[in-house]
């Protein structure tokens, strides 16, 4: 074995214990010693050739055996063949090297020695612990190489560490590194996750004019991501066509990167730019971008142009394009169709997991089909998916939304380590069923387990009280929620608008209103039907006129309530003026 095959064993940190090192002479053998001491490496022993077999006693605990082209007694070559017919060190890895090399390849491998041991730490996430392994260690600079930076720097970007990062930098550009791609790429990644856009793009800007990195699609990738994540679209967009000017071509992950930009932002025409791309230069046959491209179709109401994409697939053998279609279907309403896929997928042999259970229970769960469900979940118990939280949770939504309120509860206790999700859909199904006390005495339970709640927990418990009249508790609930805000989201404050308005307190609404900064329909809609309730019919179409005034379109709940306000109002003419309106925008007033 090589010295740099025997290197590459090193990047597992267990061949790093014990060493012999075969030598001549006192000298070089004072050297070594010398060297493996300052690189906290241990030794079991330094012999030379004449006395090789003499170490062999403790051949279970030797790690590597690094000797000499030439000994005394034998050769390098020999003592290798001799050590490969032994039963016992067969496996321990050797370097051939002369006695003046010793020095030079200590350090070299002291240095591979470094990088295992940091990559270790960075993939188990110990990531403080990986920067403190290499800031503490007096002989960082002599133990460091190109490959140590990269697991460096995703520790820092991993603990929002920029100003550690920063002087990272400063080390690379003292190593003459500044140049190299990885490391290059590493730190605009680095700059990016720690919020310094600013910082990834200069550094960006100053290395893509050298012709070598400015030919490297990573780098590119990194910072298009960068401006995807801060969400700068168009900057991103800009850069593609930058690489398509300087002849950089682009890879599967680029795409995938402005797929998903498209997917919500930059719109259907942006995807299908990038779609005539993909076919152009043939990439329709890799499985990321065709699953990007589909879930591109499917948020934009595009579930056939999706299927196109999915049918022009010649090597559907990943499961996730297969879940990718599946869920496209069940966002456009189609359940039917995401159902039929599930055979289909069975029969290519594919390995179902939790994501495809749960896609095809919610196309059960929107076509309440539930001999499809039940034999859905005999799968699920065959292939032991039904303890996966994702898989139960499914599973109970299906129950319950069937109106099978005992299987879900039951499926509910069966689950021993519930996530939030799942308490979430019990107390959903609860209220969904108009059994309040249940939903409120699953939350207490929540609570008491000190569970955390979300905002989806915290606006199905204020539904519930204001089902059952419960004011003192969902004055409760709301007190909490001002001591701990949950993140911004518009379910709960028209929770409470809801609670407050059915329970008569008009006054606690229209405050808890005020202070939405971004009204949408719904939180309208509770303000406005909540005025109805109160018989405040004149206040309801107030809040109706200013909704207009604020660019907010008015959906089939909104309308429902200006017209009970008219007739509150006894106002005839305008209560038409709603319906005439209801019936130009296509709106469903059926319910009424």
């Not at 209801?582 to 319910?591: P, S, V, Y």
Request: proline fraction near 3%.
């Amino acid at each position: 074995m090589d010295a740099a095959a025997a290197a590459a064993h090193l990047e597992e940190p267990m061949f790093w214990q014990l060493m012999i090192i075969h030598s001549i002479g006192k000298l070089s053998r004072n050297c070594s010693r010398i060297h493996l001491a300052k690189r906290a490496l241990e030794y079991l022993g330094l012999v030379d050739g004449n006395h090789n077999t003499s170490a062999t006693h403790n051949a279970s605990k030797v790690s590597m055996i690094i000797t000499d082209y030439c000994m005394p007694g034998m050769t390098g070559y020999e003592l290798l063949k001799k050590i490969k017919e032994s039963s016992i060190m067969k496996n321990v890895p050797v370097v051939i090297m002369s006695s003046e090399n010793v020095p030079t390849r200590i350090n070299d491998l002291s240095a591979n020695h470094v990088n295992a041991n940091i990559k270790a730490l960075v993939q188990q996430g110990r990531y403080q612990e990986a920067l403190e392994s290499y800031s503490k260690d007096p002989n960082f600079p002599l133990r460091t190489s190109r490959f140590t930076f990269p697991s460096l720097l995703k520790a820092c970007a991993s603990l929002s560490s920029f100003h550690y990062g920063g002087a990272l930098q400063s080390t690379i550009i003292k190593m003459g590194l500044s140049f190299d791609p990885y490391i290059i790429t590493s730190l605009i990644r680095m700059y990016v996750k720690c919020g310094s856009l600013c910082s990834a793009v200069k550094l960006f800007d100053n290395v893509a004019q050298c012709e070598v990195l400015g030919e490297d699609v990573a780098l590119w990738n990194s910072i298009i991501d960068g401006y995807s994540k801060n969400g700068l679209f168009e900057e991103g967009m800009v850069q593609f066509r930058r690489m398509q000017v300087l002849s950089v071509k682009p890879d599967g992950y680029t795409l995938c990167i402005l797929l998903g930009m498209c997917n919500g932002f930059l719109g259907i025409s942006c995807g299908k730019e990038i779609h005539g791309y993909v076919v152009r230069n043939m990439f329709d046959d890799d499985l990321y971008v065709t699953t990007a491209m589909i879930d591109v179709y499917s948020s934009s109401s595009r579930p056939m142009d999706a299927w196109n994409v999915f049918e022009k697939l010649e090597n559907k053998y990943n499961i996730a394009v297969w879940n990718s279609m599946i869920n496209g279907f069940c966002e456009n309403g189609l359940w039917r169709n995401g159902l039929q896929l599930y055979p289909l997928a069975k029969s290519e042999g594919l390995e179902l997991g939790s994501t495809t259970f749960s896609s095809v229970l919610t196309a059960c769960s929107q076509g309440e089909d539930t001999e499809f469900g039940c034999q859905l979940h005999c799968d699920v118990v065959k292939t032991g998916f039904e303890s996966d939280p994702y898989v139960s949770t499914s599973l109970l939504t299906f129950y319950s939304k069937c109106g099978f309120v005992e299987n879900a509860e039951r499926l509910f206790y069966l689950v021993r380590d519930r996530e939030v999700g799942l308490w979430n859909s019990m107390i959903s199904a609860y209220v969904n069923c108009g059994c309040a006390n249940d939903a409120l005495d699953i939350y207490t339970e929540m609570r008491r387990r000190q569970v955390a709640p979300d905002s989806f927990t915290i606006s199905n418990a204020l539904i519930a009280c204001s089902m059952i009249g419960l004011f003192y508790l969902g004055t409760m609930i709301h007190g909490e929620l001002m001591k701990r805000p949950l993140n911004d989201n518009l379910a709960v404050p028209s929770a409470l608008l809801t609670m407050y308005s059915r329970l008569g307190s008009l006054d606690d609404a229209y405050k808890v209103f005020i202070q939405v900064k971004e009204k949408d329909v719904v939180a309208w809609g509770s303000m406005i039907s909540g005025s109805c309730e109160n018989k405040k019919f004149n206040k309801a179409l107030e809040l109706y006129k200013t909704m207009g005034f604020d660019g907010v379109k008015p959906d089939a709940n909104v309308i429902a309530s200006a017209i009970i306000a008219c007739v509150g109002l006894r106002e005839g003419k305008l209560g038409c003026c709603f319906h005439g309106l209801a019936i130009k925008e296509g709106l469903d007033l059926d319910f009424l």
